[in-house]
Nanobody, 121 residues
Framework: QVQLVESGGDVVQPGGSLRLTCVAA???????????WAWYRQAPGKERELVAS???????DYADSVKGRFTMSRDNARKRLFLQMSNLKPEDTAVYYC????????????WGQGTQVTVSS
């Protein structure tokens, strides 16, 4: 069974940066590689929202709220995803999750535990 493990969350000041990592444990690369992968986040009292998704370096999408500040990347050989976040704002505070998505941008696997990002002065 696929296990998604997110890490890298922390408490940072506004304007700061963080790099999140997601590992797709127990997934073979032949399954990992073709997937479109995504980062989601869920703030307190709000629904989970899609933040970024990618299949290849030339095929990346971002929510308007993070464009120009967040960069998603992937390491297929190590079955890892990354989310480089810069110029963080208090409204970026949320639990961040990764998942693969289908053609309708719906998550494909069970959710991991997520990683908490708190932006506060």
């Amino acid at each position: 069974q696929v296990q998604l493990v997110e890490s890298g969350g922390d408490v940072v000041q506004p304007g700061g940066s963080l790099r999140l990592t997601c590992v797709a444990a127990r997934m073979i690369t032949s399954v990992f590689n073709p997937n479109r992968w995504a980062w989601y986040r869920q703030a307190p009292g709000k629904e989970r929202e899609l933040v970024a998704s990618m299949r290849t370096d030339s095929d990346r999408d971002y929510a308007d709220s993070v464009k120009g500040r967040f960069t998603m990347s992937r390491d297929n050989a190590r079955k890892r995803l990354f989310l480089q976040m810069s110029n963080l704002k208090p409204e970026d505070t949320a639990v961040y999750y990764c998942n693969a998505v289908n053609t309708a941008n719906q998550p494909k696997y069970n959710w991991g535990q997520g990683t908490q990002v708190t932006v506060s002065s």
